[in-house]
């Protein structure tokens, strides 16, 4: 076993991220630990706390393997094969609020948050930053919290919001949790905050100009507001609406730079991801791909092969991971994800033929026969579904199926589980020790 779960309440995580925010040996390359009071001093300390608020999405539970877990296993995309419980009870819907890959997930990105907290607050005091760079620096402390807020309404809704340091334990217990629309104002806030501030237009490991109206269309895209997402998309997907880059080429095992890059996280052996490592057959085969997802590809479709493959007579391996190194750059939103969020808010906003036309682009790139209104679709629903399916092709094994079902309403005919179980449980010890209210039914 390569580590062990990190099982820290949320209110000793928000203090410990606080407190480690970048690296307390300054003279270390990559620098991701410092004790708080000497974290953000100068300029070479700023920089490192916004390095450690990165280093915070390489978690095991964050992007570095469970949240993209969550959002497969739990839907009809993976299943449990291996020997962990808490794993098990994700696939059969037996989630409890002491679930360690839960809970792990709520801690890291609650890791994260901290951090980008702390960057806030410190860094505007900082008096030998150009203010162009300490403009760099805000921008993506916001646009990485903004990123958090919506991973985790998508899983928990309603979630506590600290927006400053938590530097003493009473201050984390006045926290409680706040509406998911409460939320989804801030998000768009430090989203139209970052828009303003960065200028990166290149490094697609950090936050670009980019990925901010990217996140921005997805946020929007989840909140319903298909007008404003389907305007964000236009402007990510103006003058490169067509997808050029060969499907495999995507998730290369050194993680190779694409165009359709829009906002990935960077891994390397030592800092590395354990996505092929759960899912191939040469490492832990602790999931694999469900049979239903196997089945369910068109023949023709290109996406398949580099997803899922045989293993022995009887098993599969998810292939699009394509090692147990670890060292692919995983993507956080890609091109292909919004020109279907494109095609969704038009098929929304009742223009079918535009929207067919827009996720045509994605069957063409997986070699399959472009659908006609009229023909293969005829009416919204129809069109809306297929866009589904090409989402759940497309970004398969990438953590976005099961937030697919909750968001079209269709968990509970899809999967069989209860109204209830479309959110997690809040963590049984942030409950019993933070006085945090529990979501329906734990």
């Known amino acids: 076993m390569r580590n ?60 570095g393997r469970n949240l993209e877990i969550l959002g497969d296993l739990p839907a009809d995309n993976a299943v449990h094969t291996g020997t962990f419980q808490y794993l098990d009870d994700i696939d059969l819907h037996h989630v409890k609020a002491d679930n360690t890959t839960t809970t792990s997930v709520w801690t890291a990105i609650y890791a994260v948050i901290a951090r980008a907290n702390l960057v806030l607050a410190k860094v505007p005091g900082i008096p030998d930053l150009s203010t162009a760079e300490k403009n760099e620096i805000l921008g993506e402390a916001y646009f990485l919290r903004a990123l958090s807020y919506h ?30 629309a409460q939320v989804y104002t801030q998000i768009l806030s430090d989203l139209n905050q970052a828009g303003q501030l960065i200028t990166n237009t290149s490094n697609t490991r950090q936050a ?32 490169r609406d067509t997808l050029t880059v060969a499907y495999p ?24 991801n354990e996505m092929g490592y759960y899912y191939l057959g040469a490492g832990r085969r602790e999931l694999q791909p469900s049979k239903d997802l196997n089945t369910s590809y068109e023949a023709a479709d290109l996406r398949k092969p580099w997803t899922v493959k045989p293993r022995g007579s009887s098993n599969l391996q998810g292939t699009k991971f394509p090692t147990t190194i670890g060292a692919e750059h995983l993507h956080v939103i890609r091109l292909a994800e919004v020109v279907l969020i494109k095609a969704e808010a038009l098929a929304r906003l009742n223009q079918l033929a535009a929207a067919v036309a827009e996720y045509n682009k994605v069957r063409l790139r997986a070699g399959l026969a472009p659908h006609t209104l009229g023909v293969e679709v005829t009416t919204q629903a129809d069109v809306i579904n297929a866009i589904a399916k090409e989402r759940r092709f497309e970004l398969a094994l990438e953590g976005d199926r099961w937030p697919d079902l909750v968001r079209l309403g269709i968990a509970t005919t899809v999967l069989g589980v209860t109204a209830t179980q479309t959110l997690l449980p809040i963590p049984a010890s942030d409950v019993n020790t933070g006085g945090l209210t529990q979501n329906p039914g734990y």
Request: with cysteine.
């Open 249 to 272: 080429d995507l998730f290369t095992a050194t993680g190779t730079n694409t165009s359709e890059d829009i906002f990935r996280v960077a891994f390397t052996p030592v800092q590395y």
């Open 208 to 239: 670009t100009v980019m990925a901010v109206h990217a996140i921005r269309s997805r946020v929007l895209f989840y909140k319903g507001d298909y007008q404003g997402a389907l305007d964000e998309a236009n402007i990510v997907l103006a003058g």
């Open 151 to 180: 991973n985790l309404v998508k899983f928990w809704g309603d979630v506590p919001m600290p927006l400053e340091p938590i530097l003493v334990t009473s201050d984390a217990s006045k926290y409680k949790r706040v509406p998911v």
């Open 4 to 63: 062990t779960v990190n099982r820290r309440l949320l209110i000793p995580a928000l203090l410990v991220a606080a407190f480690t925010a970048c690296s307390e040996e300054l003279a270390t390359s990559p620098r991701d630990q410092i004790l708080a009071d000497q974290a953000i001093v100068d300029a070479p300390t700023s920089r490192a706390a916004l390095a450690g608020t990165y280093a915070g999405l390489q978690a095991l539970g964050y992007y």
